[in-house]
């Protein structure tokens, strides 16, 4: 008849003794009576506490989480069969200790047998059993080490296994988490792109700070960085899910406020309570990379340096509130009739020029003697500055710049922080421009592209794409890939 398992703690009931005191559960049926537990030595150092069991259902009530070991009769008969002889009692000994072994999967467990069924004490061991004894060669010293050394065994086979499941969810989660991380998509664009991305959680790759860029297929650059509020597993899982829910919307058409909008209602459906919001900051830069929409909702906003000069803050006076902080039925009563939640501000941004986004992570971190005083968006503007003038750029001046502020903040940051550089300059992108003219077949050097813009690089084609010599109406019947 089976037995229930016992509720058993969460640690191994191996690992419960760490003292001199074990606790033995022996689970015998000799009708002769013949067997019975040597004494124990006084001089082995540890005391043992024995519990006798006569079948499998007194154990299983026996079985508390006290028990360090369990001595099996691998001669106990089955249910209510009596003891069989040869290869059936050797099957009816495993099918005993298999059940043994599953009402008690943190104990060390004995096998004990008679000294002729070798074969069967080792496939006992081989079954999940620490050790095995024979019946007619115990003593006291040699039942006393038996335990203990199964009691150990037991305990190194537990660390070992969790030690191993460790290391396997860390390794599947690093997968996961480096999947998760966007891909950037600007095929075609002259601008170039960096980021430094670190979480704050300890031990992970992935935080509650996203970001992405994707060049859609009439030349705009889409760029965008948020921020979940929290610094979980779960605020991470809804970062993901709002940059693959802001990628989609992009590619399928939609900027400024309706993106932002239909972001608010995912965010909505997606969180795990109403009290979770994101900040968020977008950024569409035109084809010929001169100009640019902003919107911001509840982020800090970007830091553009034109030209060489110094670096200073994007208008950011008239940004929305951030996602999910106020239900999506009452932002238009709050905002008044015809207001938009999230203006799209105009912005021009030049020939050459460095635009760097980023998450409160960059500015929050302490500075000064006591460690009072944060950053703040004026202290990070003045230390881009200064290392702009000592010719940092790109990924070297977003490295340089996280390193400064973790050392300010006088060790590891404890939120998430992402930094993104997008750079344009404009005398490459006029050389670049030359170039795949010059290479073009049929066109000469100074030959307007179709749509009579000279100041954006034109993609090459790529195998199953429009040519960018062909008609209008030829593009847009197989748009070019990103």
Same mark, same amino acid.
């Given at each position: 008849?089976?037995?229930?398992?016992?509720?058993?703690?969460?640690?191994?009931?191996?690992?419960?003794?760490?003292?001199?005191?074990?606790?033995?559960?022996?689970? @015998?049926?000799?009708?002769?009576?013949?067997?019975?537990?040597?004494?124990?030595?006084?001089?082995?150092?540890?005391?043992?506490?024995? %519990?006798?069991?006569?079948?499998?259902?007194?154990?299983?009530?026996?079985?508390?989480?006290?028990?360090?070991?369990?001595?099996?009769?691998? &001669?106990?008969?089955?249910?209510?069969?009596?003891?069989?002889?040869?290869?059936?009692?050797?099957?009816?000994?495993?099918?005993?200790?298999?059940?043994?072994?599953?009402?008690?999967? %943190?104990?060390? $467990?004995?096998?004990?047998?008679? @000294?002729?069924?070798? @074969?069967?004490?080792? &496939?006992?061991?081989?079954?999940?059993?620490?050790?095995?004894?024979?019946?007619?060669?115990?003593?006291?010293?040699?039942?006393?080490? &038996?335990?203990?050394?199964? $009691?150990?065994?037991?305990?190194?086979?537990?660390?070992?296994?969790?030690?191993?499941?460790?290391?396997?969810?860390?390794?599947?989660?690093?997968?996961? !988490?480096?999947?998760?991380?966007?891909?950037?998509?600007?095929?075609?664009?002259?601008?170039?792109?960096?980021?430094?991305?670190?979480?704050?959680?300890?031990?992970?790759?992935?935080?509650?700070?996203?970001?992405?860029?994707?060049?859609?297929?009439?030349?705009?650059?889409? $760029?965008?960085?948020?921020?979940?509020?929290?610094?979980?597993?779960?605020?991470?899982?809804?970062?993901?899910?709002?940059?693959? *829910?802001?990628?989609?919307?992009?590619? *399928?058409?939609?900027?400024?406020? !309706?993106?932002?909008?239909?972001?608010?209602?995912?965010?909505?459906?997606? %969180?795990?309570?109403?009290?979770?919001?994101?900040?968020?900051?977008? $950024?569409?830069?035109?084809?010929?990379?001169?100009?640019?929409?902003?919107?911001?909702?509840?982020?800090?906003?970007?830091?553009?340096?034109?030209?060489?000069?110094?670096?200073?803050?994007?208008?950011?006076?008239?940004?929305?509130?951030?996602?999910?902080?106020?239900?999506?039925?009452?932002?238009?009563?709050?905002?008044?009739?015809?207001?938009?939640?999230?203006?799209?501000?105009?912005?021009?941004?030049?020939?050459?020029?460095?635009?760097?986004?980023?998450?409160?992570?960059?500015?929050?971190?302490?500075?000064?003697?006591?460690?009072?005083? %944060?950053?703040?968006?004026?202290?990070?503007?003045?230390?881009?500055?200064?290392?702009?003038?000592?010719?940092?750029?790109?990924?070297?001046?977003?490295?340089?710049?996280?390193?400064?502020?973790?050392?300010?903040?006088?060790?590891?940051?404890?939120?998430?922080?992402?930094?993104?550089?997008?750079?344009?300059? @404009?005398?490459?992108?006029?050389?670049?421009?030359?170039?795949?003219?010059?290479?073009?077949?049929?066109?000469?050097?100074?030959?307007?592209?179709?749509?009579?813009?000279?100041?954006?690089?034109?993609?090459? =084609?790529?195998?199953?794409?429009?040519?960018?010599?062909?008609?209008?109406?030829?593009?847009? &019947?197989?748009?070019? =890939?990103?």
């Amino acid at each position: 008849m089976p037995v229930p398992i016992p509720q058993q703690r969460t640690d191994a009931a191996a690992e419960a003794s760490h003292g001199t005191d074990l606790t033995l559960l022996v689970i @015998e049926d000799d009708p002769s009576g013949t067997f019975t537990v040597p004494e124990l030595p006084a001089a082995a150092g540890t005391r043992v506490r024995i %519990r006798t069991a006569r079948n499998l259902t007194e154990a299983g009530r026996l079985l508390t989480d006290d028990v360090d070991c369990i001595l099996l009769d691998l &001669a106990l008969p089955t249910g209510s069969e009596t003891r069989a002889s040869g290869n059936a009692a050797g099957a009816d000994g495993l099918a005993t200790l298999q059940h043994v072994l599953r009402i008690a999967p %943190r104990h060390a $467990v004995l096998a004990l047998t008679a @000294e002729d069924d070798a @074969e069967l004490a080792a &496939a006992a061991v081989r079954e999940g059993a620490q050790d095995y004894l024979f019946r007619d060669e115990l003593d006291g010293r040699l039942f006393s080490r &038996a335990i203990r050394y199964a $009691v150990e065994r037991k305990r190194a086979d537990v660390a070992q296994r969790r030690l191993t499941e460790s290391s396997l969810r860390a390794q599947e989660n690093a997968r996961l !988490e480096r999947g998760l991380l966007p891909t950037p998509l600007l095929e075609g664009s002259d601008l170039r792109f960096a980021a430094h991305y670190r979480p704050g959680r300890s031990r992970a790759l992935l935080g509650g700070d996203f970001y992405d860029t994707v060049r859609t297929p009439d030349g705009t650059v889409h $760029v965008m960085i948020g921020d979940v509020c929290g610094h979980g597993p779960d605020e991470a899982a809804l970062g993901v899910e709002l940059r693959i *829910a802001w990628r989609a919307l992009t590619l *399928a058409g939609l900027c400024g406020d !309706e993106l932002l909008s239909t972001l608010q209602q995912v965010l909505e459906h997606e %969180r795990e309570s109403e009290e979770i919001f994101a900040t968020l900051c977008t $950024v569409d830069i035109a084809p010929d990379g001169r100009s640019a929409g902003l919107c911001l909702a509840g982020h800090p906003a970007p830091l553009i340096a034109r030209d060489g000069r110094t670096a200073h803050l994007l208008p950011h006076e008239d940004g929305g509130p951030a996602l999910g902080l106020l239900p999506h039925s009452a932002l238009p009563r709050a905002l008044g009739t015809g207001g938009t939640p999230w203006p799209r501000r105009q912005v021009e941004l030049g020939g050459s020029w460095s635009l760097m986004l980023y998450t409160d992570g960059l500015i929050e971190g302490r500075v000064g003697p006591v460690g009072i005083q %944060r950053l703040g968006q004026d202290g990070m503007v003045e230390m881009i500055n200064r290392q702009l003038a000592e010719g940092l750029t790109g990924e070297d001046l977003l490295t340089a710049a996280v390193t400064e502020v973790r050392e300010l903040n006088g060790g590891e940051l404890t939120d998430d922080v992402a930094v993104l550089l997008l750079d344009r300059d @404009e005398e490459d992108a006029s050389r670049r421009d030359e170039e795949d003219v010059r290479h073009r077949p049929g066109e000469r050097a100074g030959l307007r592209s179709p749509d009579g813009d000279r100041g954006r690089s034109i993609p090459r =084609p790529r195998p199953g794409s429009a040519s960018p010599t062909a008609p209008v109406g030829a593009a847009n &019947a197989q748009r070019p =890939p990103l």
